[in-house]
């Protein structure tokens, strides 16, 4: 018996192989982007702001949260599926969190993103409602629930301690809010490559029928990504509210489409099956280093969003300008 | 190469010739230095294994892919077809493989879909159905209704609407790429009969089939291709069979099927009792002895299928019973069928979107069905992960180049390999095969049934079922005939003939027939 090549690039799912141009090109626009900010600042301040060890952690303690968003939101895309209804399913985490407060703020808020995302799941895998549709649905019925809840108003409640200090606290000068993502980083790298569900999740996306009648649990490894990205907007939300010490209506719409450009930019298929949890990271960087210099070069929010929307289209039409046509 | 021996046919003038014709994808060599040419007004057949370079021939004559050197002429004038649109409007349409209409249109949009007639801008829905309506006239099908969805209709009529189709296009040339493969016998006559009017109107057909005697039953002329050359050419009739498989793989063959087992099965394995489901499966009582071989066969669509779905758990709301080594054993789904207990496996109908997910590496394709095992705990573990790949492809002699590239990257014969090893890792009791050998290579077709025998003689129960009557007879012990959803005869040793199997297939006297010949002069072929 004769032992099988395999090549060196797939030995190790962390290096770069050949089918990572995505990631390489989102590298390159992370640089491009550095450097018009860093010209920008030099002619204007006469200082790289842009490249200070402060400036760059600051930025990826505000990514953190967008980061954990995408982390959830990638294991849905790879399925073939989305998740809309991370908007609301991160207000309701936040809202019930400083609701409940104390010790069990931070369990309640995950427990909202793990309920939510359950029912999203259900739906998908058993009532075989088309995600996008079902978590629209629910996404409106958490935001009904809310405004319930609330009564209208604003929310009258604090983020407790806790959800303060993972916001915005710091570990020997690291944000801790960069920890939490670095470890839901390390877990989905980890469950993606070296599980059996995460191996699933591929097959799923690729080919659903094929991976049920190869005996894949297919409706728990769809009901699990549901859940895990529940819990991430979850989290995300209660570390949110943590960040501006109370939850607020509408906390969350500004995460949904971020999340899903990120997660396309690193180069994930968005009718799933491939996809890479190293270019989540690096979409996510560059989603925020774009919006940050857009931010420091005073462009008007309008123009932000114009250039914001160009960029994803742009990135999208590269990827796509790679692939065959025919087959 | 191009030596054309003289006669009828060969006096007729080239319609399509290519010169010296080669295509390289990266560093694979498809098509080598060929030069082929197609004679105006008659049907010619390409043959030869899978990776022989038959698809590349028809994608670069129908403009799908461009050839990296060479020459392509119709009728004697020099063209070149940058996409398949230009090749349509020079008259050349090829009907590919995969059906290409869709579903939930009508049989007239479809026909017309790529230059529907118009009216001041709009689609003249009146003219288009016309259209179609005296289309389907000239390939017979005068009772195919145009404004019926394609959903609607029959995988045979499908495929006399996809003929009528490429007729809109008003071809010269029609090339079929294995167009046959998804047919019965008799849809399979009729489209033959469809070519050969075809062929009498002035139209070049080319054909591509791996079923030796539907060439044999159309073709004017034959080519063989092997590994990216073309081999030969000659009139239907100048070669026998034996030689053209000679020729196809270049190598010696045994005998076609290996010898069956004499001894009786005693110990039965796998027994089915009284399943029925919806109106498609009627009461079926069959038991599968250890290592025995018992083919399913019968007409297309009489309930074969889904009496392999239904023992694997795949369809909902199955009646009756079965039994796995004595016990009862609940269908629920296909995890629970390949469960320790069960130990059941599939290999479906279609290993495209229901065997492999093809952009998806050899390796995650092979241990999709295994993960559960392989894993310790939380994870994978890599070292046994390594050892079943090697283990799926040294006993399945897969030709891999890597195990890390995509399975798409593999031949057709390569990947239903790659189906086979996947479930030979989960160690089967047993094996439910649906049609494992369509639009396979000789070669890889004789593997398998060498395999299934192998498996067998290590005391797997083995559910084959086949649209090949002569794989019936070679591989199996014992075949059970399906009419209308329920098994009509069990035919066993020598009573296993084609007479037999087709009699009791159309339901006729079937136990007659089996008496009468059973025993008989005409034994197994």
Redesign the interface.
């Known amino acids: 018996m004769t032992d099988a090549v395999r090549n060196s690039a797939g030995e190790s799912r962390f290096g770069l192989g050949p089918e990572d141009k995505p990631i390489l090109v989102a590298s390159g626009f992370v640089l491009v982007i550095l450097a018009i900010g860093t010209a920008y600042t030099l002619v204007t301040q006469g200082s790289a702001t842009l490249l200070s060890p402060t400036y760059l952690l600051q930025q990826l303690q505000v990514g953190a949260f967008l980061g954990i968003v995408a982390a959830g939101m990638m294991l849905v895309i790879l399925l073939g599926h989305i998740d809309l209804s991370v908007p609301w399913t991160l207000a309701a985490a936040a809202m019930m969190a400083t609701a409940v407060g104390g010790g069990a703020a931070i369990p309640v808020g995950l427990a909202v993103g793990l309920l939510v995302g359950l029912v999203n799941g259900f739906g998908v895998a058993y009532l075989r409602i088309p995600s996008m549709i079902f978590t629209l649905g629910v996404n409106a019925v958490m935001r009904g629930l809310m405004v319930a809840h609330t009564g209208g108003f604003a929310p009258q409640t604090a983020a407790t301690d806790l959800m303060q200090w993972l916001a915005v606290g710091k570990v020997l000068g690291v944000p801790a809010a960069l920890l939490v993502w670095a470890a839901i980083s390390v877990g989905v790298v980890l469950l993606l490559n070296r599980t059996a569900t995460g191996r699933y999740i591929y097959a799923i996306g690729n080919k659903e029928a094929a991976a049920y009648l190869a005996g894949a649990p297919t409706r728990r490894v769809i009901i699990t990504a549901f859940a895990l990205c529940g819990m991430a907007a979850g989290l995300a939300g209660t570390l949110l509210a943590g960040y501006s010490t109370k939850a607020y209506q509408g906390m969350g719409d500004a995460y949904l489409l971020p999340a899903i450009a990120a997660v396309v930019i690193g180069g994930t298929h968005i009718l799933g099956g491939k996809g890479r949890y190293l270019g989540t990271l690096i979409g996510v960087i560059l989603i925020v280093l774009l919006n940050s210099v857009l931010s420091i070069m005073q462009m008007p929010e309008a123009g932000r969003q114009v250039i914001y929307g160009g960029v994803i289209i742009l990135m999208l039409l590269v990827y796509g300008r790679g692939q065959k046509v025919t087959q | 190469m191009m030596e054309v021996s003289p006669g009828a046919e060969s006096s007729r003038p080239d319609h399509v010739a290519l010169r010296g014709v080669t295509k390289r994808y990266g560093g694979v060599t498809a098509l080598e230095d060929v030069d082929f040419s197609c004679a105006l007004g008659s049907i010619h057949a390409v043959l030869g294994e899978n990776g022989a370079g038959k698809s590349t021939l028809i994608k670069i004559m129908s403009g799908?892919?461009q050839p990296s050197a060479g020459e392509m002429f119709l009728d004697g004038a020099p063209v070149s077809f940058p996409n398949p649109h230009a090749a349509n409007d020079a008259g050349v349409v090829c009907i590919f493989q995969e059906l290409s209409l869709l579903p939930d249109l009508s049989v007239a949009d479809n026909i017309s879909i790529g230059d529907p007639p118009r009216r001041f801008g709009m689609i003249d829905a009146r003219a288009q159905r016309r259209r179609a309506e005296s289309l389907l006239a000239r390939i017979g099908c005068e009772d195919v209704n145009p404004l019926l969805n394609v959903r609607d209709l029959p995988l045979s009529r499908r495929q006399m609407v996809e003929i009528a189709k490429a007729l809109a296009k008003d071809p010269t040339v029609l090339i079929l790429d294995e167009a046959t493969s998804a047919l019965t016998a008799a849809d399979v006559d009729r489209v033959f009969e469809i070519l050969r009017l075809l062929r009498d109107d002035g139209i070049s057909i080319l054909t591509i089939s791996h079923r030796m005697h539907e060439i044999e039953a159309v073709a004017d002329r034959c080519s063989v291709f092997r590994n990216g050359r073309h081999i030969d050419t000659f009139d239907q009739g100048a070669r026998s069979a034996d030689e053209i498989v000679q020729m196809m793989i270049g190598r010696e063959i045994a005998a076609q099927f290996p010898e069956k087992q004499q001894t009786p099965h005693p110990d039965t394995v796998l027994e089915i009792d009284h399943l029925s489901w919806e109106d498609r499966l009627k009461s079926v009582t069959l038991s599968a002895g250890e290592g025995e071989i018992i083919g399913l066969g019968g007409l297309d669509g009489q309930g074969q299928k889904e009496l392999l779905l239904a023992l694997?758990g795949?369809l909902k709301g199955v009646s009756g019973a079965v039994r796995i080594g004595g016990s009862a054993v609940a269908l629920t789904?296909?995890?629970n069928?390949?469960s320790a207990g069960v130990r059941m496996a599939?290999i479906?109908e279609d290993r495209k979107?229901?065997?492999?997910?093809?952009?998806?590496?050899i390796t995650?394709n092979l241990?999709?069905?295994s993960?559960?095992a392989?894993?310790n705990g939380?994870?994978?573990d890599r070292k046994a992960l390594?050892t079943a790949?090697?283990?799926g492809?040294?006993r399945m002699q897969i030709k891999?180049?890597?195990?890390?590239?995509p399975v798409s990257t593999l031949s057709g014969g390569n990947q239903q390999k790659v189906v086979i090893a996947?479930w030979l890792l989960?160690d089967p009791k047993v094996i439910l095969l649906n049609d494992p050998t369509r639009g396979i290579d000789v070669g890889t077709k004789q593997e398998i049934y060498k395999l299934l025998r192998a498996l067998a003689a290590d005391g797997a129960a083995i559910l084959f079922y086949s649209t090949d009557y002569e794989e019936l007879i070679g591989c199996c012990d014992r075949v059970a005939v399906m009419y209308d959803g329920a098994i009509v005869t069990v035919l066993a040793g020598d009573a296993i003939t084609e007479t037999n199997i087709v009699a009791s297939a159309l339901n006729i006297e079937a136990q007659d027939a089996a008496k009468t010949v059973a025993g008989g002069p005409e034994a197994t072929p």
């Open positions: 799908v892919v694997f795949v789904s296909p995890r069928a390949k599939l479906p979107t229901e065997g492999l997910m093809l952009p998806m590496s995650d241990v999709i069905s993960l559960d392989l894993s939380l994870f994978v390594e790949v090697d283990d492809v040294a891999v180049g890597s195990v890390d590239d996947k989960t």
